[in-house]
């Protein structure tokens, strides 16, 4: 459910970018470790920008994967599943490198073609 | 009709993250330590919250509670009062007047919040976050710590399927233990999970109606009150 508030969010996020002008796509990076459920987010995307700049804009999701680097042996891996614990030494002082990502990446706007691209 | 891409990269959450930092300036302001505690529906936490003031002398706690709907876990806090007699500050949330009814509190709910709260003359406030396993890690609201309660009647596996909870709390509360002996529930299954999740997080184990474990609870926030001042 919570994907309501953050296609509000995201909504909020891509108009102030457009600047009144119609937006036809918005690329969103969505990180491994985030709870976000992509096919909810494309729909409650499309409810809440209904009649708005961004009526019909495509979503352009990518996941970024998992990466996790412990920090006593420097070793870095992919993250598929728990447990969040270094596969060389099994010890738990590991930073997440990748994977908390939740951002707008960019937008598409359409504009008349007599006006310069900024 | 001509297409720019334009870069955006902003967070998603970046306005809540903004209204967050305004609402912990305010805490750190007024000297109080700031709990966002979580859980499922049903896991506990306001039966714990209670046993905890019940036992809870010297430290000055406040609740705010968050609920789509509805007083009873306000009027429940207002109910009780401490050793010595005191009854607490207490508000609530709900988050029906948006859309259905939001699954979690966000940073401009507690805001709008905050003026219904002593906070000078506390201590420590509780924020009991709206049941929910997913929605309420992804919203910060100002908290200097995040907690949460799970129960043994919810399953082992709730770590594996909910790991952004059990990976944003530092304390987990594992409550309801006066009933694992009527319950197939593996406690060292859950604990593991726990462990491969967050691992080395604090853990627990309660029973808000019997009250065992309880003083440890009560004991752990006391002791990040004292430990304050060493802010981030």
Same mark, same amino acid.
């Given at each position: 459910?919570?994907?309501? #508030?953050?296609?509000?969010?995201?909504?909020?996020?891509?108009?102030?970018? #457009?600047?009144?002008?119609?937006?036809?796509?918005?690329?969103?990076?969505?990180?491994?470790?985030?709870?976000?459920?992509?096919?909810?987010?494309?729909?409650?995307?499309?409810?809440?920008?209904?009649?708005?700049?961004?009526?019909?804009?495509?979503?352009?999701? !990518?996941?970024?994967? #998992?990466?996790?680097?412990?920090?006593?042996?420097?070793?870095?891996?992919?993250?598929?599943?728990?447990?969040?614990?270094?596969?060389?030494? #099994?010890?738990?002082?590991?930073?997440?490198?990748?994977?908390?990502?939740?951002?707008? !990446?960019?937008?598409?706007?359409? !504009?008349?073609?007599?006006?310069?691209?900024? | 009709?001509?297409?720019?891409?334009?870069?955006?990269?902003?967070? /998603?959450?970046?306005?809540?993250?903004?209204?967050? =930092?305004?609402?912990?300036?305010?805490?750190?302001?007024?000297?109080?330590?700031?709990?966002?505690?979580?859980?499922? *529906?049903?896991?506990?936490?306001?039966?714990?919250?209670?046993?905890?003031?019940? =036992?809870?002398?010297?430290?000055?706690?406040? $609740?705010?509670?968050? &609920? /789509?709907?509805?007083?009873?876990?306000? +009027? @429940?806090?207002?109910?009780?009062?401490?050793?010595?007699?005191?009854?607490?500050?207490?508000?609530?949330?709900?988050?029906? *007047?948006?859309?259905?009814?939001?699954?979690?509190?966000?940073?401009?709910?507690?805001?709008?919040?905050?003026?219904?709260?002593?906070?000078? +003359?506390?201590?420590?406030?509780?924020?009991?976050? /709206?049941?929910?396993?997913?929605?309420?890690?992804?919203?910060?609201?100002?908290?200097?710590?995040?907690?949460?309660?799970?129960?043994?009647?919810?399953?082992?596996?709730?770590?594996?399927?909910?790991?952004?909870?059990?990976?944003?709390?530092?304390?987990?509360?594992?409550?309801?233990? &006066?009933?694992?002996?009527?319950? &197939?529930?593996?406690?060292?299954?859950?604990?593991?999970?726990?462990?491969? $999740?967050?691992?080395?997080?604090? /853990?627990?184990?309660?029973?808000?109606?019997?009250? +065992?474990? $309880? &003083?440890?609870? @009560?004991?752990?926030?006391?002791?990040?009150?004292?430990? +304050?001042?060493?802010?981030?």
């Amino acid at each position: 459910m919570h994907e309501l #508030a953050v296609s509000q969010a995201i909504l909020d996020t891509a108009l102030r970018h #457009a600047n009144g002008r119609k937006v036809s796509a918005i690329a969103l990076r969505v990180g491994h470790l985030r709870q976000v459920v992509p096919d909810s987010l494309e729909f409650y995307l499309e409810l809440v920008s209904r009649e708005t700049l961004c009526e019909g804009a495509r979503l352009e999701l !990518e996941v970024v994967p #998992a990466r996790l680097r412990c920090r006593p042996c420097e070793v870095e891996w992919e993250l598929v599943r728990p447990p969040f614990r270094c596969p060389s030494c #099994a010890g738990s002082d590991v930073d997440v490198v990748a994977g908390n990502e939740f951002e707008v !990446e960019w937008i598409t706007i359409e !504009e008349e073609a007599c006006i310069a691209p900024r | 009709m001509h297409r720019t891409k334009v870069k955006v990269l902003e967070g /998603v959450l970046d306005a809540n993250d903004t209204i967050a =930092r305004a609402n912990r300036d305010d805490f750190d302001r007024a000297d109080v330590t700031v709990v966002n505690l979580m859980s499922s *529906p049903g896991a506990g936490k306001t039966s714990l919250l209670e046993a905890v003031i019940q =036992r809870l002398d010297g430290v000055r706690i406040g $609740v705010l509670e968050g &609920d /789509v709907q509805g007083t009873q876990d306000s +009027e @429940r806090i207002s109910g009780v009062h401490t050793p010595s007699g005191a009854h607490v500050p207490v508000a609530q949330i709900n988050t029906d *007047p948006s859309f259905g009814g939001e699954c979690h509190l966000d940073a401009n709910m507690v805001r709008s919040a905050l003026s219904s709260l002593p906070l000078a +003359e506390l201590d420590l406030l509780v924020i009991e976050n /709206v049941g929910n396993l997913v929605c309420p890690a992804e919203f910060k609201v100002g908290e200097d710590i995040r907690a949460m309660v799970c129960s043994v009647t919810e399953g082992e596996d709730k770590p594996y399927k909910y790991p952004l909870m059990f990976r944003a709390c530092e304390l987990v509360i594992v409550n309801k233990i &006066d009933l694992l002996p009527h319950l &197939d529930f593996d406690l060292d299954e859950l604990l593991g999970g726990v462990d491969d $999740v967050n691992p080395g997080v604090e /853990v627990l184990l309660t029973s808000a109606r019997t009250g +065992e474990g $309880v &003083d440890a609870v @009560r004991d752990w926030l006391a002791s990040r009150v004292a430990r +304050e001042p060493q802010l981030a």
